[in-house]
């Protein structure tokens, strides 16, 4: 049947007027089916448990489930490509974390660009590493470690839980600071690292808080400092590098992403109900077990600090020419 012209039109520009009205109405309504939070790590690590944090929370705000999808390998990396494919429709989300940043510099073939494929929702949590020794390691402190490794350049052996890891280029960034020689040694991942430190085969590991902290307690850990810029409270007696090195800042911190181009309201109403989820007594004190401290940031603030922890591990990498596996 042949259309008048006149009604052709008029459904013609009815037709060309949806993309610019539904997008909005179907963002209003956002979530109507279940949502999946990618994980590049696996089940019951630091990043996957913060997912289901948030992911419970989202669930019970939103009134559908946010399935945390485990994809770990190459350094988060799977994880964060899978994102950048999907639809940016709000249904596929991601944990982001300090290693995508790294990962930016350290991988010279990644598919994707992590700053300007991933729509930054919110930051979530930020948490030090501890600078560990054994404790019949000679130094007893910080200023006695420095000197220890600059008498014995490249004897001290630095454990990590991997090439390009966050404690290996914490290590990284102490040894270019301070200005001393240590041994890398990678192991396959934080449990092996630790129990290198803990039977003596390695000297010092800058071990995440939720690991160490009862290790500390029983006195089978010494604490030389913390990684973050200021003390953490669990440890209120063990400096902060930073009180010698005042460049030295290298956290652990999470946050939610999305697919590049996802509708502005869907950002927002996920960064606020993240936001909301953040000042609850609840998941403040969850939080505090791992460690963690809430990292309550905007799309706009959690976007500069991806922005700016790439550039500083870029340097890092660059300066120690640190190669992937």
Same mark, same amino acid.
């Given at each position: ?5 006149? +009604? ?13 009205? /539904? ?32 992911? +419970? ?12 999808? &485990?994809?770990?390998?190459?350094? *988060?990396?799977? @994880? ?18 300090? #290693?995508?940043?790294? &990962? ?6 990644? &598919? ?14 930020? *948490? ?5 020794? &054994?404790? =019949?390691?000679? @130094?007893?402190?910080? +200023?006695?470690?420095? =000197? ?5 350049? $490249?004897?001290?052996?630095?454990? =990590? @839980?991997?090439?390009? /890891? ?34 003596? +085969? ?26 973050? $810029? ?6 209120? %007696? ?8 005042? %460049?030295?800042?290298? /956290? ?9 181009? !996802? ?10 109900? !993240? ?9 403040? #004190?969850?939080?505090? %077990?791992?460690?963690?401290? #809430?990292? /309550?940031? =905007? ?8 922005? %700016? ?17």
């Amino acid at each position: 049947m042949k259309l008048p012209r006149r +009604q052709f039109l008029h459904l013609a520009a009815g037709a060309a007027a949806l993309p610019a009205v /539904s997008p909005l109405a179907w963002a209003q309504t956002y979530p109507t089916r279940p949502v999946r939070i990618m994980v590049g790590d696996a089940a019951g690590g630091a990043p996957d448990t913060v997912a289901r944090l948030i992911g +419970q929370w989202l669930s019970e705000r939103l009134g559908q489930p946010f399935v945390i999808e &485990n994809r770990p390998g190459a350094g *988060a990396s799977i @994880a964060a490509e899978a994102v950048v494919r999907a639809p940016p429709d709000g249904y596929t989300l991601l944990i982001c974390s300090t #290693s995508h940043t790294i &990962n930016a510099t350290l991988y010279n073939k990644l &598919n994707f660009n992590f700053i300007r494929d991933i729509a930054p929702i919110a930051g979530i949590a930020r *948490a030090p590493l501890v600078m560990a020794v &054994n404790p =019949s390691f000679p @130094a007893k402190t910080l +200023q006695e470690f420095v =000197s220890y490794a600059k008498a014995h350049p $490249a004897t001290v052996n630095l454990a =990590s @839980a991997g090439i390009g /890891s966050a404690p290996h280029l914490a290590g990284e960034l102490f040894k270019l600071l301070f200005g001393i020689d240590m041994t890398h040694v990678p192991f396959r991942g934080g449990p092996p690292a630790l129990t290198a430190i803990l039977g003596g +085969q390695a000297h010092v590991y800058f071990v995440a808080t939720s690991s160490s902290i009862e290790l500390i307690k029983a006195g089978k850990l010494r604490p030389l400092g913390v990684t973050t $810029a200021t003390r953490w409270e669990a440890l209120p %007696d063990v400096p902060a590098i930073a009180e010698f090195a005042p %460049d030295y800042e290298a /956290s652990i911190w999470f946050g939610i992403g999305a697919p590049k181009s !996802t509708h502005a309201e869907i950002v927002d109403k996920l960064s606020k109900e !993240t936001s909301l989820a953040l000042i609850d007594p609840n998941i403040k #004190s969850r939080l505090a %077990d791992l460690g963690d401290t #809430s990292l /309550s940031l =905007s799309p706009r603030e959690f976007g500069k600090l991806v922005v %700016d922890e790439t550039e500083k591990w870029g340097k890092v990498i660059r300066a120690t020419n640190i190669k992937a596996e």
